[in-house]
Nanobody
Framework: VQLQASGGGLVQAGGSLRLSCAAS????????MGWFRQAPGKEREFVVA????????CYADFVKGRFTISRDNAKNTVYLQIDSLKPEDTAVYYC????????????????????WGQGTQVTVSS
């Protein structure tokens, strides 16, 4: 599978963005999908993950209800809705795919993901 993230941009604090991650191939529904982000000078951090069917999700604590992940397996796409954006949300956002294993807390670790998209820049101005 190959991943293509899009939807980033420059937005004012308090605004919203919807990121998309389109996957190639016919096995998208067999992948656990995750979103991570990396701010300048910081390590890549977990944002959220979603199970293969979309029935289960796992969010980072800092999300606090502002982020919503969803997926459409018919369209081979996973989405990340970000509301009430803050300047500290500024980062490159990456989607990633995990083809094997169960949906556990291990999905919070970037090391379990095999495939990564190229990232999309989100910049929030104050």
């Amino acid at each position: 599978v190959q991943l293509q993230a899009s939807g980033g941009g420059l937005v004012q604090a308090g605004g919203s963005l919807r990121l998309s991650c389109a996957a190639s191939g016919r096995t998208f529904s067999s992948y656990i999908m995750g979103w991570f982000r990396q701010a300048p000078g910081k390590e890549r951090e977990f944002v959220v993950a979603i199970s293969r069917t979309g029935a289960n999700t796992c969010y980072a604590d800092f999300v606090k209800g502002r982020f919503t992940i969803s997926r459409d397996n018919a369209k081979n796409t996973v989405y990340l809705q970000i509301d009430s954006l803050k300047p500290e949300d500024t980062a490159v956002y990456y989607c990633a795919a995990k083809p094997t294993g169960a949906f556990t807390r291990a999905t919070m670790s970037p090391t379990v993901y095999d495939v990564w998209g190229q990232g999309t820049q989100v910049t929030v101005s104050s």
